[in-house]
């Protein structure tokens, strides 16, 4: 398993775009981030102030989940 970096600076979108497998932990975790018109915009740091989340602790569960699966295209 590859060890994956999530940048604070990556809107929702391009997170879902490159490892579609993140999507598994916004729909876990109660994220409207799926089809919200407000991902293209949202940054993962937006993400975490947003829903009241720490920022590393998003972080790394996102990295571990895209790190289990391949990037998307």
Known sequence: MDEVSIPETMTAE????????TIRVLIRRRMA???????RFDSVRDLALNYGIPLEDLRLELAQAAAQAPAGG
Not at 14 to 21: D, F, K, N, T, V
């Open 14 to 21: 391009e997170l879902q775009q490159r490892w579609p497998a």
């Open 33 to 39: 981030c799926v089809g919200c018109p407000m991902a």
